[in-house]
Nanobody
C-alpha cells in the first residue's frame, strides 16, 4: 500500500487549497478513507472521513469549510480546504481507516504527508 499526499502550501488566512492523496495497492471503492492532520506538539487528529458508500464526516472545527471527496477511477482521495485559518496549520495525511466513521481509526501506514501553513 502506498499513499502519496500532495497539494500543501503556504497560504494567507481566508485562502484555499486542494489536497490530493494518490493511492496504490488499495482500492478506495472498498475502504473508508480519512484525512488526518498533526500540528507541532499536538497529537494527530481526524479531520474528515468518507465511507465506502460515500457518507462523510468532519471534525467540528472544519465543518462548512473543508470537503472530502474521492475519484475511484483515479483511486485518489481529495480534501478541499476553504476559508483557511492559522489554526489549520499542520501536516496533513491520508489513510484507509476502519470503525465508526466519526472516529475512523487509521488502517494503513502513514505517508510523508503534505504541509499546510496558514499565515495570519
Amino acid at each position: 500500500v502506498r499513499l502519496v499526499e500532495s497539494g500543501g502550501d503556504l497560504v494567507q488566512a481566508g485562502g484555499s487549497l486542494k489536497l490530493s492523496c494518490a493511492a496504490s495497492g488499495i482500492n478506495l471503492r472498498i475502504n473508508h478513507m480519512g484525512w488526518y492532520r498533526q500540528a507541532p506538539g499536538k497529537e494527530r487528529e481526524l479531520v474528515a472521513a468518507i465511507s465506502i458508500d460515500g457518507g462523510t464526516v468532519y471534525r467540528d472545527s472544519v465543518k462548512g469549510r473543508f470537503s472530502i471527496s474521492r475519484d475511484t477511477g483515479q483511486n485518489t482521495l481529495y480534501l478541499q480546504l476553504n476559508v483557511l485559518k492559522p489554526e489549520d496549520t499542520a501536516k496533513y495525511y491520508c489513510a484507509a481507516c476502519f470503525g465508526v466513521l466519526s472516529a475512523c481509526k487509521p488502517l494503513t501506514s502513514w505517508g510523508q504527508g503534505t504541509q499546510v501553513t496558514v499565515s495570519s
